[in-house]
């Protein structure tokens, strides 16, 4: 057929989607929700979370940096090692793997265990994100397979405006340790939940592999996808060495809160989901300007952030446009890179989740740096 959805997929044989595969779908976007939370979980603790590790915020935030040095080099390797076995089970040890890795952040007593727990939180990350995009559309229908993205995308966009804040009030609550336990047994429940509720996946057919010369052509080195890259890893690099530190900034120079705070970094998240889906809609049809699109709104944002960002109201006008902005450039990004790549749909989505988290670790470290 010459009508191809945005996300190449080899899903089930029915043109419709059905509500148990909208389930498999859902239950696939909790998974990258929990994933996401537990990376940035301590954006939203970090005073406490220093505090309680007799470490400074600038060490407690370089815990991203590990989490996403090691996702950065799983997430690409998880296709080529994978080979033929079920993706289904994959993903469904990756969320155990994970829910260790919060249960050792819970115990951590100072910076090394603190350390350990997040290279195993990175391991099941990279796993679970880096398949979980490249799955979503052979879950369902041939129609649905951009909107299959975009909601399991849509897991991480929630994170910030469920998980992070939620966190960050349970944090504040009844203590940061309860936080990461509470992630640790969302974890053991979803992996239970990826194997009841997602069909087997095996590794997908790729035309390429028979082709010789088109595996050439489909490589993940095509120009469109060496370019994406690269301004995915100055977005993200640029995002995270002031996102990281957002909580300290907000309390000491614009003067919030810790309750303000937590509502500030929800306004950041509603619209980030908004962004999310919006950014996934318009993407489906021109991806590369939806990004560029987004690029100029992330580089706006932060420019009224660093000027005006002293005063109250100013500063969640710049929250809510960096929401919205950064809120769709994973998916948009996500359905450029495939698009670019439709035959290598499984190893582009690795590589352009490895990118996307050693600028995440890259970012947390020049952040922190600064703030040290």
């Known amino acids: 057929m010459l009508s191809q959805p945005p996300v190449p997929r080899?899903?089930?044989?029915?043109?419709?989607?059905?509500p148990r595969q909208w389930v498999s779908v859902l239950v696939l976007a909790l998974s990258t929700f929990v994933v996401v939370t537990s990376e940035m979980l301590p954006i939203g603790v970090l005073t406490p979370m220093a505090d309680g590790l007799g470490i400074g915020p600038g060490a407690t935030g370089f815990s991203l940096t590990v989490t996403g040095l090691v996702t950065a080099v799983t997430a690409p390797a998880v296709s080529?090692?994978?080979?033929?076995?079920?993706?289904?089970?994959?993903?469904?040890?990756?969320?155990?793997?994970?829910?260790?890795?919060?249960?050792?952040?819970?115990?951590?007593?100072?910076?090394?265990?603190?350390?350990?727990?997040?290279?195993?939180?990175?391991?099941?990350?990279?796993?679970?994100?880096?398949?979980?995009?490249?799955?979503?559309?052979?879950?369902?229908?041939?129609?649905?397979?951009?909107?299959?993205?975009?909601?399991?995308?849509?897991?991480?966009?929630?994170?910030?405006?469920?998980?992070?804040?939620?966190?960050?009030?349970?944090?504040?609550?009844?203590?940061w340790r309860a936080a990461f336990t509470g992630l640790a047994v969302l974890g053991a429940l979803l992996a239970a939940g990826l194997l009841l509720s997602l069909p087997g996946l095996p590794r997908p057919a790729d035309p390429a592999d028979a082709a010789g010369t088109g595996a050439r052509a489909s490589s993940p080195r095509r120009r469109p996808v060496v370019v994406g890259l690269v301004l995915v890893l100055l977005l993200v690099t640029a995002h995270f060495a002031a996102y990281t530190y957002i909580r300290p900034v907000l309390e000491e120079r614009t003067g919030l809160a810790p309750g303000t705070v937590a509502f500030v970094l929800l306004l950041y998240g509603v619209f980030g989901l908004i962004g999310n889906f919006a950014a996934g809609a318009l993407a489906a049809r021109r991806p590369r300007a939806t990004v560029l699109a987004l690029t100029a709104g992330i580089t706006l944002s932060m420019a009224l952030l660093a000027l005006v960002g002293s005063t109250?109201?100013?500063?969640?006008?710049?929250?809510?446009?960096?929401?919205?902005?950064?809120?769709?450039?994973?998916?948009?990004?996500?359905?450029?890179?495939?698009?670019?790549?439709?035959?290598?749909?499984?190893?582009?989505?690795?590589?352009?989740?490895?990118?996307?988290?050693?600028?995440?670790?890259?970012?947390a470290f020049l952040g922190g740096a600064v703030v040290e």
Request: charged share 10%.
């Open 312 to 363: 109250a109201g100013p500063t969640g006008a710049g929250v809510a446009l960096w929401g919205l902005t950064y809120g769709g450039l994973s998916v948009a990004g996500q359905i450029w890179m495939t698009r670019s790549a439709p035959h290598r749909v499984e190893q582009v989505t690795g590589v352009y989740v490895g990118v996307f988290t050693a600028a995440i670790a890259l970012g």
């Open 80 to 175: 080529r090692l994978l080979g033929a076995r079920d993706r289904r089970v994959v993903l469904a040890l990756a969320m155990v793997v994970l829910a260790v890795g919060n249960a050792l952040t819970a115990v951590a007593q100072g910076f090394g265990l603190l350390v350990a727990a997040r290279i195993v939180l990175g391991v099941g990350m990279g796993a679970v994100w880096g398949l979980a995009s490249a799955v979503a559309p052979r879950l369902v229908g041939p129609r649905d397979g951009a909107l299959a993205v975009s909601v399991t995308v849509g897991g991480v966009a929630a994170a910030s405006v469920v998980g992070v804040p939620l966190g960050t009030v349970v944090g504040d609550a009844v203590g």
């Open 10 to 18: 080899t899903g089930p044989d029915s043109p419709r989607t059905t």
